[in-house]
């Protein structure tokens, strides 16, 4: 059926604004997966030239309008170019910084012009090959927490938070320091192609946050509340992609002035009861667990999305998607099972 995208569906349910048309939503898609979809293996492009850059973009781009997106995902994170980082997503050891040496040594100042330099090509080509009525959602990824794990390791900073009170605090203002010259350069320079701005920081697990509330309240909200500002100053809605049991801090979270909040697990509570929670007050992204898209059968699949969107529906803005993303393991038929079913429910896919 003819599907013609308009951002402004996701953007009404970031403002927890009920949508015309139900919004699909993913925080990251695979490129590997997109080409074993659509049959076209582009993802090597990405780390070519100028011109490889712009034909991976047309690719990227072309395969969530053709598939019944209104945004396209993209962001590039603050921890890719990190001097010596690592210790957060690929366990480097030792991390960079363990003492107040290290910390003191550390080249911050040099992270802005890096990040620019690596990631300016990306956005521009990215503005370039956004199609009629889409814009991206996404930005700078990585928050503080990410940032600071990335550069000290998780069990690390437990330790230097006993150890050294005062340097636990400096990591954190640093890393929220550095986050905020970046937001605003990346605003004026790129902001007009995101419709809805985010950056993803995995505050909890499946039981409860990785740190104290006391913590988070004390070193990681504060340095979220500027970055959010900027965002709101622009003119655009903020979203927060958070894993994990968090629920001790959503209070805090929707104070700091989150517009919406992504991430959700069955196992720790099923979509609708973020919805029943918080769907007064924020946009709530997400709806179905991404063990449910790997496992589930067509027709399984399509009993659970209905309950949810019933469920959800009347009870403020929300954007349907995965629970998390879709990295490689997920099944290609699993994911368009996924998005087929909710076209079907909304109208604009016929089988």
């Given at each position: 059926m003819n599907f013609q995208p308009d951002y402004r569906h996701i953007v009404d349910a970031a403002y927890n604004r009920e949508a015309a048309r139900l919004p699909l939503y993913e925080h990251i898609?695979?490129?590997?997966?997109?080409?074993?979809?659509?049959?076209?293996?582009f993802s090597a492009l990405y780390d070519g030239s100028e011109a490889d850059i712009r034909e991976y973009f047309h690719h990227y781009c072309r395969f969530f309008r053709d598939y019944g997106y209104d945004v396209i995902p993209f962001e590039c994170c603050i921890g890719q170019v990190l001097p010596g980082g690592g210790a957060l997503g690929n366990c480097r050891?030792?991390?960079?910084?363990?003492?107040?040496?290290?910390?003191?040594?550390?080249p911050w100042e040099d992270i802005p012009a890096l990040y620019f330099k690596n990631n300016s090509r990306y956005f521009k080509?990215?503005?370039?090959?956004?199609?009629?009525?889409?814009k991206a959602v996404g930005g700078v990824g990585n928050g503080v927490f990410e940032i600071v794990q990335d550069l000290t390791g998780y069990q690390n900073l437990c330790y230097i938070s006993a150890d050294d009170e005062e340097l636990y605090a400096q990591?954190?203002?640093?890393?929220?320091?550095?986050?905020r010259l970046i937001w605003a350069r990346f605003l004026e320079e790129f902001g007009d192609a995101f419709c809805l701005l985010r950056f993803g920081d995995d505050l909890g697990y499946k039981s409860n946050t990785l740190l104290s509330g006391e913590d988070i309240r004390t070193h990681i909200l504060p340095q979220y509340r500027p970055v959010?500002?900027?965002?709101?100053?622009?003119?655009?809605?903020?979203?927060?992609?958070?894993?994990?049991?968090?629920?001790?801090v959503m209070e805090d979270l929707i104070a700091c002035g989150i517009n919406a909040k992504h991430s959700n697990e069955d196992q720790i509570a099923p979509f609708p009861y973020w919805v029943e929670s918080y769907g007064d007050r924020i946009g709530n992204f997400g709806g179905i667990d991404l063990d449910v898209v790997c496992s589930a059968s067509r027709e399984e699949m399509k009993e659970y999305i209905g309950d949810v969107i019933r469920v959800c529906s009347g009870h403020g803005g929300f954007a349907f998607g995965s629970g998390n993303s879709i990295p490689d393991y997920v099944p290609a038929e699993g994911y368009i099972n996924m998005i087929e079913i909710v076209r079907e429910i909304r109208g604009d896919y016929r089988p």
């Amino acid at each position: 059926m003819n599907f013609q995208p308009d951002y402004r569906h996701i953007v009404d349910a970031a403002y927890n604004r009920e949508a015309a048309r139900l919004p699909l939503y993913e925080h990251i898609v695979s490129a590997d997966k997109i080409g074993e979809i659509t049959g076209r293996d582009f993802s090597a492009l990405y780390d070519g030239s100028e011109a490889d850059i712009r034909e991976y973009f047309h690719h990227y781009c072309r395969f969530f309008r053709d598939y019944g997106y209104d945004v396209i995902p993209f962001e590039c994170c603050i921890g890719q170019v990190l001097p010596g980082g690592g210790a957060l997503g690929n366990c480097r050891i030792p991390p960079a910084i363990r003492t107040r040496a290290d910390f003191d040594a550390y080249p911050w100042e040099d992270i802005p012009a890096l990040y620019f330099k690596n990631n300016s090509r990306y956005f521009k080509a990215l503005a370039q090959a956004m199609p009629e009525g889409m814009k991206a959602v996404g930005g700078v990824g990585n928050g503080v927490f990410e940032i600071v794990q990335d550069l000290t390791g998780y069990q690390n900073l437990c330790y230097i938070s006993a150890d050294d009170e005062e340097l636990y605090a400096q990591l954190f203002q640093k890393a929220g320091q550095v986050s905020r010259l970046i937001w605003a350069r990346f605003l004026e320079e790129f902001g007009d192609a995101f419709c809805l701005l985010r950056f993803g920081d995995d505050l909890g697990y499946k039981s409860n946050t990785l740190l104290s509330g006391e913590d988070i309240r004390t070193h990681i909200l504060p340095q979220y509340r500027p970055v959010i500002q900027q965002v709101h100053a622009k003119g655009k809605p903020f979203l927060l992609h958070s894993c994990g049991c968090i629920f001790s801090v959503m209070e805090d979270l929707i104070a700091c002035g989150i517009n919406a909040k992504h991430s959700n697990e069955d196992q720790i509570a099923p979509f609708p009861y973020w919805v029943e929670s918080y769907g007064d007050r924020i946009g709530n992204f997400g709806g179905i667990d991404l063990d449910v898209v790997c496992s589930a059968s067509r027709e399984e699949m399509k009993e659970y999305i209905g309950d949810v969107i019933r469920v959800c529906s009347g009870h403020g803005g929300f954007a349907f998607g995965s629970g998390n993303s879709i990295p490689d393991y997920v099944p290609a038929e699993g994911y368009i099972n996924m998005i087929e079913i909710v076209r079907e429910i909304r109208g604009d896919y016929r089988p």
